[in-house]
């Protein structure tokens, strides 16, 4: 049997593949057979059902004292563009997106080098406040580590004050690449891979689900996508506190990665989400990001293993400030249109993948 049969006949049998495997499937050029290797995995989990979410993204300040080389969007204080949203604006946004029908926040910023963990508090009860029915997913594994430096106090104390102010479950970001070889060229100051699956598992352990995102088409290589999702695989067999696995394709404008002008290609995106698909036994839910795959590849996506877009997002920075030409927002009937054209059945969800209702 040739290494692909092989392969294909463990998925057929609901066998876990290896990283040997998953390599060699992203160095063989059977896009499609992996593709329908990965329908098939998704088809078992998710059947025809794609779900969305209505949602609204919220960056409260662009000031990160990291500078990530990858980051366009990140400014150092006081330079052209840097900004932070007044309380007020950050509350409006929210109470904007629940009136039209948003079930969701999703905060994220740079690492600010003055705000203390009781502004980031606040932010939260003023929204809980100002727009009780928003869940709110907030913080990446960065953010809560900084948190924790600046208030000196333990991760644990940190999620327990944040969940405490409303925090209801936490995005995937800063995850890049998790190996360290990599991580030093592309984000030297951030934390380190360890340290970032060290806070997901203390998050999962004080019962907040996340998400999981890898950065790809940069400096990394095959192998290193490869090493990223074990390292996520081995973490969720111990915690199951993941939700969804979004690969998140580079967008190569304005950023100081001058080695990474590759990007990625449409064949690179979709064989990507197909490996994870097949190779992330353990998760439920693949999430094609429409913001950095534009709507033509995300639709495409869900005929390679891909159930979950995420979502409508409203107003986008960081990736368009790294170029993205996908829009700023989608509507919800343009989602539905773009899930219902793919053949596939929208499902609108809230954010802990509770069916809402089906279009
Ligand atoms: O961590 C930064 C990435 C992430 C670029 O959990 C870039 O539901 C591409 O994590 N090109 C933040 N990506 C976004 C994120 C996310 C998005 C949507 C949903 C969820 C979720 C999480 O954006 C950062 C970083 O990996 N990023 N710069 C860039 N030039
Ligand atoms: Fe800061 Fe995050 Fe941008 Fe890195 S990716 S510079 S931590 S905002």
Same mark, same amino acid.
């Given at each position: 049997m040739s290494t692909f049969e092989t392969i294909a006949a463990k998925v057929r049998n609901n066998q876990r593949i290896s990283s040997e495997e998953a390599l060699a499937l992203f160095e063989s050029n059977e896009l499609l057979a992996i593709g329908e290797l990965a329908a098939l995995v998704n088809d078992r989990k998710n059947g025809k059902s794609v779900f969305f979410n209505v949602n609204r993204h919220i960056n409260p300040t662009n000031i990160c004292v990291n500078r990530c080389a990858f980051c366009a969007f990140s400014r150092t204080a006081g330079e052209e563009g840097a900004y932070t949203l007044a309380l007020e604006d950050i509350c409006r946004r929210a109470v904007e997106a629940e009136g039209e029908g948003a079930t969701e926040v999703h905060i994220v910023g740079g690492l600010h080098p003055d705000l203390p963990l009781e502004y980031y508090e606040e932010v939260l009860r003023a929204i809980r406040a100002a727009a009780p029915s928003l869940h709110i997913k907030a913080f990446t594994a960065v953010e809560i580590e900084y948190f924790s430096r600046i208030a000196a106090c333990s991760i644990e104390r940190v999620l327990e004050r944040l969940m405490a102010a409303g925090l209801g479950s936490m995005p995937g970001g800063g995850a890049e690449i998790l190996v360290e070889e990599v991580r030093n060229k592309i984000c030297p100051e951030k934390i380190s891979g360890k340290r970032w699956l060290e806070i997901i598992r203390q998050a999962h352990l004080a019962g907040l689900k996340t998400n999981a995102t890898m950065l790809y088409?940069? !400096?990394?290589?095959?192998?290193?996508?490869?090493?990223?999702?074990?390292?996520? &695989?081995?973490?969720?067999?111990?915690?199951?506190?993941?939700?969804?696995?979004?690969? !998140?394709?580079?967008?190569?404008?304005?950023?100081?990665?001058?080695?990474?002008? &590759?990007?990625?290609s449409g064949l690179d995106d979709l064989k990507t989400l197909a490996i994870a698909r097949i190779f992330l036994d353990n998760f439920d839910h693949i999430k094609a990001y429409w913001v950095m795959l534009g709507e033509k590849i995300a639709q495409v996506s869900l005929a390679f293993g891909v159930n979950d877009l995420d979502g409508t997002v409203v107003e986008e920075k960081i990736g368009h400030d790294a170029g993205a030409v996908s829009p700023q927002s989608l509507t919800k009937e343009g989602i539905i249109t773009l899930i219902r054209k793919a053949g596939k059945l929208p499902v609108e969800r809230d954010t802990l993948y509770r069916p809402l209702r089906s279009f």
């Open positions: 088409g940069h !400096l990394e290589t095959f192998a290193d996508r490869v090493a990223h999702m074990e390292m996520l &695989r081995c973490l969720q067999d111990e915690t199951g506190g993941f939700q969804a696995f979004i690969p !998140l394709a580079f967008q190569t404008e304005n950023s100081d990665l001058k080695l990474a002008t &590759r990007g990625t």
